[in-house]
């Protein structure tokens, strides 16, 4: 990821995704449990690259796991599923299913 908009968009978009499959309580349950251990974290994403292709492309998995390296991402991340503020990313998923 070059710029930090990029990523904040990029970390959105996670958070849409989840949010939109009803996993928002067990992603923000294992996303506090393992900010302590955020490099740690990062590693077991890759692990974890089958059950995350659900949710993210393969190249995006690489990318996620680099920024869970940082544990304000992680934060970040968490506050988005929170919030839950998706308006542009919720009118472009509509979009895409029309077509």
Known sequence: MSTLV???EFLRK???EICKRK???MAIFLLEAHKP???VFSSMVIVMTPFLSLFLKA???HNFALLMEDRENIEYLIKAIEN???NSLEESSEQSEVM
Do not use: G
């Open 84 to 86: 839950r503020d998706f």
């Open 37 to 39: 251990l955020s490099l």
């Open 14 to 16: 996670v958070a849409f």
């Open 59 to 61: 190249d995006e998995v």
């Open 6 to 8: 990029d990523e904040k």
């Open 23 to 25: 996993f928002e309580v």
